[in-house]
């Protein structure tokens, strides 16, 4: 009897125990995603920490992936939003989007695809905090860059070369032209920093940040001056037909919608750049001084993130995504 009642005190403590245990496996499981792969709804491209940084702080990510190859984590919520870190410059950006894209722990059927950084911009079309919608990604490095005192005909001394068609990429303006029109209302911050810079420019004294269409110019080499950015509008105009307006300049969109494109995926991608700094110096100003100030960069991230999210949520919440 006195064994009877052991085994008996026994049995009932194991049993408690077990089900503690599948409480707490259970309360664990809370903070993965289910079995399968996740579906991503709207993931959001950033290039380096300071971009990704207002998505952290002002949303619920609490769902971690780690993607062989690439540069950073994915972190998401069950929503189906997801934000990732490429890493800076076209190489990173193709490995590590490619690499999400393959992973089998995720599913992008129906996805929508966000770029949601800051770049330079052309004083001549754009202003600092502006948020600016691409319609067309343009690459500066492809081509032949050749000294313009050197040959005669060749505008900059360009030469387009775009045999292997991933010079340009035109995005689906029907999605841009939805994201302009969810976003255009949006009160952008400004700053006294931004403000003053903008005074020694022409015809930018009374400029504020707004929501705008034009689009973007990627590049590895990362160039400044007035010259360079007349090329920049020359070789957008040149590869789209002259349909092209260059109002930003950054590191890696082309190389993320090539990445889209051969995935299948660039019908649902939208490209979003904020201006941090001018792509050429002010009158008086050195190339090593512009260069080492970036007047509009607090209020690009801010407005990254506040245009990038409303567009977002947008989707999530009324495409179907």
């Known amino acids: 009897m006195v064994f009877s009642s052991y085994f008996k005190r ?24 289910a079995p399968g792969p996740f579906q991503v709804k ?12 207002p998505w952290l702080a002002h949303e619920s990510l609490p769902l971690d992936y780690k993607t062989t190859g690439a540069f ?34 995720f599913s992008f059927q129906n996805t929508y695809f966000m770029t949601a950084g800051i770049g330079g911009a052309s004083p001549s079309t754009n202003t600092l905090g502006s948020a600016a919608w691409a319609r067309w990604v343009v690459d500066w490095d492809q081509g032949h860059h050749l000294l313009p005192n050197t040959v005669t005909n060749t505008p900059y001394g360009y030469l387009q070369n775009n045999k292997a068609g991933t010079g340009v990429y035109h995005l689906n303006e029907t999605l841009t032209n939805l994201a302009v ?25 009374n400029q504020h940040p707004s929501v705008l269409a034009c689009d973007t110019m990627a590049g590895d080499d990362y160039w400044a001056g007035q010259q360079l950015s007349n090329e920049a509008q020359y070789i ?13 300049t950054e590191q890696e969109d082309t ?6 494109q051969r995935t299948g995926h660039l019908d649902h991608y939208l490209n979003l750049r904020t201006a941090s700094n001018f792509d050429q110096p002010a009158a008086g100003q050195t190339i090593q001084d512009l260069l080492a100030t970036f ?21 999530l919440t009324y495409n179907g995504a």
Not at 42 to 53: A, N, P
Not at 255 to 260: C, F, G, I, K, N
Not at 307 to 312: E, I, K, L, P, Y
Request: with cysteine; net charge neutral.
């Open 181 to 205: 029109s969810v976003t255009s209302k949006l009160q952008l911050q400004d700053s006294a920093q931004a403000q003053a810079a903008r005074q020694k420019y022409p015809n930018q004294a």
């Open 295 to 315: 007047p509009g960069s607090s209020i690009a991230f801010s407005n990254a993130y506040l245009v990038g999210s409303t567009m977002a949520h947008y989707l």
């Open 42 to 53: 709207v993931l959001v491209i950033t290039m380096f920490s300071s971009e990704t940084q």
């Open 255 to 260: 190389a993320v919608a090539a990445v889209l």
């Open 72 to 105: 950073s984590d994915m972190h998401c919520n069950s929503n189906g939003l997801c934000v990732t870190t490429t890493g800076e410059e076209k190489v990173n950006a193709a490995a590590s989007m490619m690499a999400i894209l393959r992973d089998p722990q």
């Open 10 to 33: 026994f049995g009932l403590a194991a049993f408690g125990l077990a089900l503690c245990l599948i409480a707490l496996l259970a309360t664990l499981g809370g903070v993965h995603a």
């Open 236 to 248: 957008t105009g040149q590869l789209t037909n002259n349909q092209g307006k260059y109002c930003t």
